[in-house]
């Protein structure tokens, strides 16, 4: 029986599992999205196409198997293009489609115009154009395979004639189009590993994202060698706050108990983690890496050895080598330093610290207690980023994503989108900045119009605050006109949407409002109005920070007296 190419194409997407197309229809989609209709797939339209990316990217990151999106002909598949950096920058597999105007169109300056293909090339491992019906099986293979071996994004612009074109066959080898398998460290890697960790003295081993379905492990190592386990933020969801091997993050997500472990230990080993910020990394002694990304070894700081291998399997055979290790001293240390930080973290988080202004870190703490064992969070970017991952402890089995390396503000809510559409029942909850929630927010509509009971949380400062503390750790004045801004009620705004709005201006609202949100039936915002100018927490500063701290503070006390 013969079929259209948008037919064979949907037919392949059903088989691997794909269970949502996220998008906004156009003409040129016309024939895809009648193929969809048919099928098993749900179409989720969305209110951009931004949004449509990032809830494929959502999805992809949450569960390693494919998204996908689509955008119409030129400015509607163009919108794709920022959401997808979130799929590339986090490696998560994510196919793309762009319709496009039929072929005898293409070459005449047509409205619309664009080049996907050319437009699409940074952000994508494989972009393609399918011309004719005999090419259209191999080329979605292609896609798909390439998504997947990255893994990251690939793209197909879909003209709209061959979308309704005969496809010359079905596609083939569908089976092979999967995740790709652990990938083991050879023997003798595994080996050097054990002499130099059976050398060394005080440990600390990090852990990244890539040890996911590794934590029995980690902990089976932690005990063995008396070995502080700390995490990147992409890590933090691996285990439970309270396990008291898992001693918190490094970096401004972290406490300064990780930074003075990783800068005091002798042997630092990185596990699935491509950690950015070097400044952080120990200034001396040695440092091993163990990822599946050859790429990524020894690139952020100085290191003896760089294993190419997937954490668990790597893991299982290095556990099996090293010797038991019984000075606990270091370990002792590091505990009693990340006491001290943890009964700091509560005293900022307490309601009573203030009668009249809720601090964001209550807001934080307060999600983190009345949230489900498994809810999924989804951090934006900015400032309200360092309240969620600092202060939200938890439990194991909840899940944590975010723009962790693209860094892009205003992603959250359509992340979460992607999210809840894979289970309504589960609890997703998106912690938002207003400068963030501002910029998609329309998408709160999308989960309104599809029932996706997302939960979102506005730390509602009406500025930027990351923007200030940028511009302040370099001695500079942060610009008010550009980084402070009204806001709307965001309550009213969800009531208005079809969901359900809470406000919260005081200390003693808050823990109602957000408690009536992650209950309620359906999609909510709570609205909190978060005192402007809380600092957070800095595990390390240097002096000269310092110094430019106090530069900014000290210009900005003279123009507000002077008016200038």
Known sequence: MSQTVSELLVGVL????????????????????????????????????????????????????????????????????AGLYEASRDHAPVLAFSGDMPRKLQGTDYIQTTAPDLLFRDVSLYTETISTGE????????????????????????????????ANGAASSVATLRPRSDLTASENDVAEIARRIDKAGNLVIMCGAGCRGADDLLRAMSDRLKAPLVHSVRGKELM??????????????????????????????????????????PAKGTVIQIDE?????????????????????????????????TDTRFWDKVTQERRRWDEMLDKQADLARSKDRIHPQAVARGVSEL??????????????????????RQTGSQRIIGSFNNAAV??????????????????VIALVGDGGFNMLMGEFMTAVQHRLPVKVIVYNNSSLGLITLEAESVGLVPFRE??????????????????????ARKPNDLMAAISEALTIDGPAIVDAIVAADEMPNMPHIELEQVGHYAMAKIKEAVLTVTGG
């Open 410 to 427: 205003g992603t959250a809510l359509a992340q979460a989108n992607g999210a809840q559409a894979l289970d309504r029942s589960r609890q």
């Open 482 to 503: 550009a980084i402070e801004f009204p806001n709307p009620d965001f309550a009213a705004l969800a009531r208005a949407c079809g969901g359900h709005g809470f406000m």
């Open 14 to 81: 059903e088989q691997i599992g794909v269970k949502q197309i996220f998008g906004l229809i156009g003409d040129s989609l016309n024939p895809l999205a009648d193929a969809v209709r048919h099928s098993k797939i749900e179409w989720v339209g969305v209110r951009h196409e931004e949004g449509a990316a990032l809830a494929a990217a959502g999805q992809a990151k949450l569960t390693g198997r494919l998204g996908v999106c689509a955008g119409t002909t030129g400015p509607g598949s163009n919108h794709l293009v």
């Open 371 to 392: 949230a489900r064992p498994d809810a999924v969070f989804v951090f934006d970017t900015g400032l309200n980023t360092l309240w969620s991952a600092n202060w939200i």
């Open 293 to 325: 990304r050859a790429q990524v070894l020894g690139r952020r700081t100085p290191t003896v050895l760089g294993v190419t291998g997937s954490a668990r399997p790597t893991l299982k055979l290095l556990l099996e080598r090293v010797a038991a290790k």
């Open 240 to 281: 439970a706050y309270d396990d008291p091997r898992w001693m918190g993050g490094l970096g401004m997500i972290g406490t300064r108990a990780v930074y003075n472990a990783v800068q005091r230990c002798d042997l630092l080993l990185m596990v699935g983690t491509d950690y950015p910020y070097s400044n952080f990394l």
């Open 135 to 166: 090419q259209a099986p191999g080329v979605i293979h292609q896609a798909i395979a390439a998504a997947y071996a990255g893994p990251g994004v690939a793209h197909l612009t879909l003209p709209q004639d061959v979308l309704s074109a005969n």
